[in-house]
């Protein structure tokens, strides 16, 4: 038995301001296009779809974002989140590493998901916006900007995919419960929904077509914006109070990592702990090792083509430069639904070109199985998409006892499991399977990928 390690910082020490690692990278990233002209776009043409406060966000290169007072007031709810020390994992790994996680499960929703949904929430909110559509693949998001819908007084319109839709009914249960609609996709409602559902009637969704159904009816109304849960770059920002709360706290601790490990999905979290470190090494700071774990069924960093792709199915959204599946490919249905997103955020994309991180896929037994044994350790029942983390830190770890060295290990335990149980019944009971995509499949959604792209490049 070894004492809980935990490292809580007082609610004054909720950042004041987001980092936005853009201000200290040697080169800036490619610009976003227009998919009809090819030529960067610009803020107008995003009006239609955010207020005007995030999409300044979107495009600024300033370090330092103030976090409206309103915002860090709802934050005080969870944050600053804790900081443990992995303890009794270190013992029952038998390794010289030290390990330690920030855990974003201590949320509402259980994920570090609010951290965004708040602050998209507050600034449509005071745009005078009423309505927000947006997708959500595991129900994570969905359920993150109910609660921040319900209580900046907006209507949430979310379009679920459909396997999850059906996996997951409690994620349903949680976003009506914060008042909020929650439609499965493909859906009958939109143009984008109803042209896959003619050709595809048996359609289990991707994030990709649900991005293209909430950005459909979002452009509809002049009331109604949309807001996406990762990938793009203010979302990114706003999860950098994660990383920022991690550097006071390994001060607490008096040690500082050597390696930093997150999942990526759409690569938000991932960002969140890691820029602000990034930030420090490129200002001068001590160096940092830097693992985005991703998984074997949807490896966009580790396989996927760096170039400009949709952020969408139905081709509604700009073209982005990210590493990308190609916006076709629809990943097979493995549990951890927030990792099934054909792309990459364009920043990590960016700082992964840069050689300032480096990438790895696992598949999702072995995921399951770090998972379980963290659980084990440290009393914390990890999100499937977690698992991948906590993966990738244990190997981490594993390495360091081979060769004998006590290196100092971060991850970023970004949500809790509770919502996700069936999959550990079905990890249990023997019926999790390593989910491979088909490579035929993956050629023809990355030879689709738009020809636009050569033009500009
Ligand atoms: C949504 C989600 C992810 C994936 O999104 P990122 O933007 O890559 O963080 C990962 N983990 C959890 C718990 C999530 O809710």
Do not use: C, W
């Given at each position: 038995m070894t004492d809980t390690v935990k490292y809580v910082l007082p609610e004054?020490?909720?950042p004041k301001t987001w980092y936005n690692i853009l201000a200290d990278l040697p080169e800036p990233p490619?610009?976003?296009?227009?998919?009809?002209t090819g030529q960067p776009i610009g803020p107008d043409d995003l009006a239609p779809l955010f207020p005007m406060a995030l999409i300044g966000q979107e495009v600024s290169m300033d370090r330092e974002i103030e976090i409206p007072e309103p915002v860090r007031e709802i934050y005080r709810q969870w944050r600053p989140s804790p900081?443990?020390?992995?303890?009794?994992?270190?013992?029952?790994?038998?390794?010289?590493?030290?390990?330690?996680?920030?855990?974003?499960?201590?949320?509402?929703?259980g994920s570090h998901k609010p951290?965004?949904?708040v602050a998209q929430a507050f600034y449509n909110m005071d745009a005078g916006v009423k309505r927000i559509t947006t997708e959500t693949g595991a129900g994570q998001w969905g359920s993150s900007l109910a609660f921040a819908g319900s209580i900046f007084g907006l209507e949430i319109d979310v379009y679920m995919v459909k396997v999850s839709f059906q996996q997951k009914p409690y994620r349903k249960a949680l976003m009506e419960a914060f008042g909020a609609r929650c439609v499965a996709s493909p859906s009958e409602e939109t143009e984008s929904g109803r042209a896959i559902l003619k050709e595809t009637p048996d359609s289990t969704g991707s994030l990709g077509i649900a991005i293209s159904e909430a950005v459909e009816m979002a452009a509809q109304r002049d009331d109604t914006k949309y807001a996406l849960g990762s990938v793009l770059n203010h979302v990114l920002t706003h999860q950098t109070v994660v990383g920022q709360e991690a550097i006071e706290q390994m001060n607490m601790a008096g040690n500082y990592p050597d390696i930093l490990v997150g999942c990526t999905g759409g690569g938000s979290n991932f960002a969140g702990l890691v820029n602000p470190f990034l930030g420090e090494q490129l200002r001068g700071g001590p160096k940092v090792r830097v693992v985005a774990v991703e998984p074997a069924a949807c490896p966009s960093l580790t396989r996927g083509k760096y170039a400009y792709d949709f952020g969408d199915t139905g081709h509604l959204t700009p073209l982005v430069k990210m590493h990308t599946l190609g916006s076709t490919f629809v990943p097979p249905g493995f549990h951890a639904g927030g990792l099934r997103y054909h792309g990459m955020a364009p920043m990590v994309s960016h700082i992964h070109e840069l050689g300032l991180i480096e990438a790895r896929a696992y598949e999702q037994t072995e995921c399951f199985a770090a998972g379980v044994q963290?659980?084990?350790a440290e009393?914390?029942?990890?999100a499937p998409e977690a698992t991948h983390a906590v993966k990738g830190?244990?190997?981490e770890a594993l390495k360091c006892k081979e060769a004998g060295t006590g290196r100092t290990i971060l991850f970023n335990l970004c949500g809790h499991g509770h919502f996700d149980m069936q999959a550990y019944t079905d990890y249990f009971a023997g019926k999790l399977t390593d989910q491979h995509y088909d490579e035929s499949e993956l050629a023809m959604a990355l030879a689709g990928l738009?020809?636009?792209a050569a033009a500009a490049e």
């Open positions: 004054d020490r909720i490619p610009p976003v296009l227009h998919p009809g900081l443990y020390r992995a303890r009794r994992l270190e013992q029952a790994l038998d390794t010289p590493a030290k390990i330690y996680y920030k855990y974003e499960g201590v949320s509402p929703t951290n965004t949904a963290f659980a084990r009393g914390i029942v990890p830190a244990i190997d738009p020809s636009v």
